[in-house]
Nanobody, 115 residues
Framework: QVQVVESGGGLVQAGGSLRLSCAAS??????NAWYRQAPGKQRELVAT???????NYADSVKGRFTISRDNAKNTVDLQMNSLKPEDTAVYIC???????????WGQGTQVTVSS
């Protein structure tokens, strides 16, 4: 049974840092991503990482966020620095077995950045 569980959200002041973690179990996931969804807005892609370590970032987080993975533990982390109030959202982890499937979603973890 596949499970995707996020942790690490919380409340932080602008300029602060948070580290999110996504634990995916039940299969081997070659493609992982973090998305976020703010109230009243569409879900947006934040960062992606492959099993080989290739990464991509949304322009809005480049230079501030870093995605990483531990293949042995099947975990994917998102280090978020220099947080801004506009980063406030529910952050959701997606884990895909192949490049062509829609993947499995976690429940999300709330990140709130106060000004």
């Amino acid at each position: 049974q596949v499970q995707v569980v996020e942790s690490g959200g919380g409340l932080v002041q602008a300029g602060g840092s948070l580290r999110l973690s996504c634990a995916a179990s039940g299969s081997i996931f070659r493609f992982n991503a973090w998305y976020r969804q703010a109230p009243g807005k569409q879900r947006e892609l934040v960062a992606t990482i492959t099993s080989l370590g290739s990464t991509n970032y949304a322009d809005s987080v480049k230079g501030r966020f870093t995605i990483s993975r531990d293949n042995a533990k099947n975990t994917v982390d998102l280090q978020m620095n220099s947080l801004k109030p506009e980063d406030t959202a529910v952050y959701i982890c997606n884990a895909r077995i192949s490049a062509w499937d829609t993947g499995y979603w976690g429940q999300g973890t709330q990140v709130t950045v106060s000004s």
